[in-house]
Structure formats: structure tokens, C-alpha cells
């Protein structure tokens, strides 16, 4: 890519702070010029690995040559840096979620208007292979009307040791794979209006956060969406589940392993009742197999580098911000909203 290189650092240097410094170090037009972390283990890691660690992050915001910070702390401190990031003249990635609450994401996007620099949220699970083939099979009308899909992760580990099993810190799963499930399914709906949501959580392994929770969410002229997130789920279910008036669907795992089947000749299916228990039925008799056809997944691939490449090329004055501030902020209500149907047990509507 042509164009200035652009400096840039880390703060948090764990789990994801590890993984946006490869990535620095691997996209071209920008360089990694170092990280640091509160805590000091992590930056003698990152010195053993021959990355830089400042002293401080008022060492690291000082530095004029850093021109990019990506923040990949915990949740709940946030705001916090990205401000003082912002105020120190940088363009700020901050992974997900991006805020605790709506008022503390306007804080965040204030700040980035007052001193004139980019903000954006790592949204990067829209570039999952998985979610672009599922996208790509709905938008091209395959199914037909689509009018239900079902989005699911699930493990059986529960909810990771540390700061996410800590409700202070902003943890649990809606905070954690919600974010990414919702802002998938949102991208996908595009402008359609949201209309309502009910939820439910589940808290087996954690009586402070959420180790699990069910969003049934409506849309206008759109379909019913379940986006599911398990942690206690010993026999998963698909990742992927969606029919509509002329097929269905299923996408068993990240790997896209699946298939389509169409419906042709809906009337000409003449077979007989099958014995269902105790009883006979047509209605959930097979059917047959000259009305129907079967299609394997062909999957889209994908590169999650490309969220650092729309970030440089904004930067650089060639590209428009791809995770842009209102996406965010219709992400950030339906996130409240899940939260509070679950507490309330009703229907949420926007």
C-alpha cells in the first residue's frame, strides 16, 4: 500500500494485545513502535519478543512518532484511555466492547470530534469466513425470503478466568461474543429498522455475569433473527441455522461445513404418512427427493487484516472508516436493550 507509513502502539499487551501487535507487525503501512501494559511481566514478555515497552503510558502517548493506538484493555477502563489518547493527538482503534454504556461511547466519540481524530471499535469478527458466506447465501436470495436465521457460538469451558467473569470490569458473554454476534447480525440487517428484542441469560457457572444469553430480535421487512452465546453447551449446535419460503440452511462450524436444500416443484409431493411415536403423519414425513436439491457451502475467504488496512487507508485519505460511530452507537442500545429485557423478562421494543 502507497502512502506514509503511520507509527503505531499497544496498550494492554494480553491476550488481544498480542494479537493487534502481529498484526502491526505484519500489515504494511504501518509500524509498530511499541506497547505497554500495567502490568510488568507483560512488557518483559514484549521486550523478550523485540517489541519495545515503554516505561508508562504517558511515555507511550508522549511520543510524537506514534501516530495509532490500539487500546486492548479491559472493558471497563476504556473510555478512560481512549480519551486521553485522543487528547494526545492519536487516531485510536479500542477493541470491543467499545464503551460499558451508550453515555460512555458519546463521551469517547466527543472527544474524538474535539481533537479531530479517528476512533473506531475492532469489529474484526465481520471479516469470520463463516458470517461472509452465511451473508453472501442471504443476500443473494438462495434461500428465498429468508425469515429466520439463527446465529450460534458455543463451548463448555464457561466464562474465561480473570477480569471477564468480573461484572465491575464488564464481563460476561453479551460484553464478550454478544458484541461480535450482534454487530454481525446488524451489519447484515443493514438500514432496517430495528423492532424489538427479548432476552434471557444464564448464569450456571457465574452468579456476577452472564455465561450465557438468548436474543430473539425482530426487524422491519426483515427476518427474526435468535443469536445465541453458550458456555456450559457439551453437544453444540450449529453455528449457523437459517430457511426461508424457498430453502434452508445449516452451517455446522466456523470451517463452513453445510449445506443448502432448495425446494422445486412444491406441490408435487405426493408421499405417503410415516409412523412418528405412537402416531402417523404426512405433515413431518420426508420428503421427496424429486422436489428437492441439495447444494454444498461454497465458503468466502476472508483476511481479518483487512480492518487494519481500512484503518491505514483512512488515514491516509483513501477509504471511509468501515466500523463507523453510528454503527456503534445502534450496536451499543441493542446491547442495553438485551441487558434489560433479561432483567425486566418482557419484550424490549425500540
Not at 60 to 77: E, Q, R, S, W, Y
Not at 246 to 255: A, E, M, T, V
Amino acid at each position: 500500500m502507497s502512502g506514509k507509513v503511520i507509527g503505531g502502539a499497544v496498550i494492554g499487551y494480553g491476550g488481544m494485545g498480542g494479537f493487534h501487535s502481529e498484526k502491526m507487525q505484519s500489515v504494511d503501512g504501518v509500524e509498530l513502535l511499541g506497547v505497554y501494559d500495567i502490568d510488568p511481566e507483560r512488557n518483559e514478555l514484549a521486550e523478550s519478543r523485540g517489541i519495545h515497552a515503554y516505561p508508562s503510558r504517558e511515555a507511550l502517548l508522549a511520543d510524537p512518532k506514534i501516530g495509532l493506538v490500539t487500546v486492548a484493555t479491559p472493558n471497563d477502563v476504556h473510555r478512560e484511555i481512549v480519551i486521553a489518547a485522543l487528547a494526545a493527538g492519536k487516531n485510536v482503534i479500542c477493541e470491543k466492547p467499545v464503551a460499558m454504556d451508550s453515555a460512555e461511547l458519546e463521551e469517547m466519540i466527543a472527544a474524538a470530534n474535539r481533537y479531530g481524530r479517528l476512533f473506531t471499535v475492532h469489529q474484526n469478527r465481520r471479516w469470520d469466513e463463516d458470517y461472509l458466506t452465511m451473508r453472501k447465501i442471504v443476500e443473494a436470495g438462495e434461500l428465498g425470503n429468508a425469515y429466520r436465521i439463527e446465529s450460534r457460538v458455543h463451548g463448555s469451558r464457561g466464562i474465561p478466568a480473570g477480569w471477564r467473569e468480573e461484572k465491575a470490569h464488564g464481563g460476561g458473554m453479551v460484553l464478550d461474543w454478544g458484541v461480535h454476534l450482534l454487530d454481525q447480525m446488524l451489519t447484515m440487517m443493514g438500514d432496517r429498522k430495528l423492532l424489538s428484542v427479548y432476552a434471557t441469560m444464564t448464569n450456571i457457572t457465574n452468579d456476577e455475569c452472564d455465561d450465557g444469553f438468548t436474543a430473539q430480535v425482530k426487524f422491519e421487512n426483515g427476518p427474526e433473527w435468535i443469536v445465541e452465546v453458550g458456555t456450559c453447551n457439551y453437544i453444540e449446535m450449529p453455528r449457523w441455522y437459517a430457511f426461508g419460503n424457498s430453502g434452508s440452511l445449516i452451517i455446522r462450524n466456523w470451517d463452513c461445513d453445510g449445506e443448502i436444500v432448495k425446494i422445486y416443484n412444491r406441490g408435487e409431493d405426493d408421499v405417503p404418512p410415516v409412523l412418528a411415536g405412537a402416531g402417523l403423519t404426512r405433515t413431518m414425513a420426508p420428503r421427496n427427493e424429486q422436489t428437492v436439491e441439495k447444494f454444498p457451502i461454497e465458503k468466502v475467504k476472508s483476511d481479518w487484516a483487512e480492518y487494519y488496512r481500512n484503518v491505514i487507508a483512512t488515514l491516509n485519505g483513501k477509504a471511509e472508516i468501515v466500523v463507523t460511530h453510528d454503527q456503534l452507537r445502534r450496536s451499543m442500545k441493542l446491547i442495553e436493550a438485551v441487558f434489560e429485557s433479561a432483567r425486566k423478562n418482557e419484550v424490549v421494543k425500540f
